[in-house]
């Protein structure tokens, strides 16, 4: 599966076709600076790679990182915003969701799952010691991303950091039983979806 990363910031790289590259230069050059740190993010921990190394790795200059993904906040950024979107395009096209209750339900083990799915990742964003990533994941913008991604409509800010704080700790903490986990979500679910008084 090939994974699509978004753009960062359009304005800072003419997007012009490129002969050389055979696309759009902007395009291909952050594709190949994302699929590099995500490689080396899985390698060695999000903590233990610098810009410097991802420059290297790609075969280009500090200073070109830096003009397309404006550092490690734009790198991370990229990652983690792809691999969000192509686990919860993974986990969508597993099955088809269903509506209410049951379809938010289905979208939490999902993106539990995807996430167990990837343990490379998932134990780089653990080993993370600055928070960065952490307050990344955990960002509605994030959450809504992954929302969208398996056809449902934008949450708040809080109900998004609610959901992804939700998720983290069943990631952190799996259950055992499979049907013990659905029940804790549903649980979850019926908790914070009663009207408040």
């Known amino acids: 599966m090939s994974i ?18 055979g696309g759009a230069r902007l395009k291909v050059g952050r594709e190949r ?4 740190a995500a490689r080396l ?14 420059a290297a790795q790609a075969g280009c200059s500090r200073a070109t990182l830096y003009r397309y993904v404006r550092g490690k906040a734009g790198i991370l950024e990229g990652v983690v915003t792809a691999e ?15 509506g209410g209750h049951d379809g938010v339900v ?9 996430i167990r799915s990837q343990p490379e990742l998932a134990d780089a964003v653990k080993q993370s010691s600055d928070g960065q990533t952490r ?6 913008r994030t959450i809504n ?11 708040s ?32 679910i019926d908790r914070i979806s009663r009207p408040k008084h």
Do not use: C
């Not at 600076?33 to 590099?36: A, D, L, P, S, W």
């Not at 289905?106 to 995807?114: F, G, P, R, S, Y």
């Open 4 to 21: 699509t990363f978004r753009p960062v910031d359009d304005t800072a790289v003419d997007d012009n076709p490129d002969w050389i590259a």
């Open 145 to 155: 991303l992954a929302i969208a991604a398996i056809g449902f409509p934008p949450l």
């Open 157 to 188: 800010d809080l109900d998004a950091q609610v959901a992804a704080r939700f998720v983290w700790s069943l990631v952190d903490f799996p259950l055992d039983d499979k049907v013990a986990e659905r029940e804790l979500v549903e649980h979850f």
């Open 33 to 36: 600076i994302f699929h590099t």
């Open 41 to 54: 993010f899985k390698e060695r921990g999000v903590d233990h790679v610098t810009p410097e190394d991802v």
């Open 135 to 140: 307050r990344y994941l955990v960002s509605p």
């Open 84 to 98: 969000i979107t192509a686990a919860a395009h993974r986990a969508a096209s597993e099955r088809k969701m269903a």
């Open 106 to 114: 289905d979208a939490i083990l999902a993106a539990v799952n995807a």
